[in-house]
């Protein structure tokens, strides 16, 4: 059961890119999409944390709204 939760997981963060438009505005370059998670994750590692969760989960929640899906 763990491995089917993974999966599921892992497809539904694999959406969230292509929903964001990462792909696209990317070339499709695996190497610049990593680049960006790996960007984000020192900045939330930072002593900017706190601010750039709330910051983000705002710009996340609008963009649901918009796109009609709702946040997991």
Do not use: C, N, S, Y
């Not at 963060?13 to 964001?20: E, N």
């Not at 020192?42 to 899906?69: Q, Y």
């Amino acid at each position: 059961m763990k491995r089917r939760e993974r999966t599921r997981q892992l497809i539904e963060l694999g959406g969230l890119v292509a929903k964001a438009g990462l792909i696209d505005l990317a070339d499709d370059d695996r190497a610049v999409i990593f680049g960006l998670l790996v960007e984000a994750a020192a900045r939330l590692r930072g002593d900017d944390r706190e601010h750039a969760l709330a910051l983000w989960r705002r710009r996340g929640r609008r963009a649901f709204e918009v796109a009609g899906g709702a946040p997991a």
